[in-house]
């Protein structure tokens, strides 16, 4: 990938980590586009890569044009770190999609951030520490802005098993763990198509 760049070894720049945390993807992903070319980075003579902040900003720009705008399809994560990773990693390799996953462990903390923000889709397991999945999947249903907010189980429970604890409404679409990435992303593209749909509508 060829850049106007001008790339001075003394020039700002940052580590794989922070770099990371600026473009709001897995370090893992980073490192990939520094293989592909498209961040810009030098290594240490200890073998520490530093990447070019002027390389980082300019991804952000390329990346997310739209975000101020409020023009990202946004995804709430409120599961484990693997299934938030392997997201983050699979729209990095995808520039300029329109899509923002956020991740978040802690489901009260996500209530909170739900009720800031409401996600397009949220994708949510339904066994969490100190919050009953179901309950807290009710508690969302009771909000208004529940009706435009898709929603994705995934748990290892069976069917058998959730029916028994009150089960999921017919309108959530629910995936056995291990998530199976190639599924789990065609739903996901199946969502993200009906939002650009409507947005060209309106």
Partial sequence: MKSDLKLDPDAETMSTRDAAEVLK????AVQMWVAQGRLHAWKTPGGHRRIFKSSVDAMCAARFPFVDAGETFDILVVDDQPLHTS????YA???GAPIKVLSIK??????IRIGEAPPHLLITDVVMP???GFQFLA???KHSWSETMRIIVTTR???????????????IECYKKPVVLPQLLKAISKYVETWKMCRSRS
């Fill in 93 to 95: 390799s995808m520039p």
């Fill in 106 to 111: 802690n489901s009260l903390e996500s209530l």
């Fill in 157 to 171: 429970l069976s069917k058998q098993e959730m029916d028994d604890l009150g089960g999921l409404p017919s309108v």
């Fill in 130 to 132: 100190h919050v009953d």
């Fill in 87 to 90: 997201l983050t990693d699979f």
């Fill in 139 to 141: 508690t969302l249903s």
């Fill in 25 to 28: 993807v897995s370090i893992r």
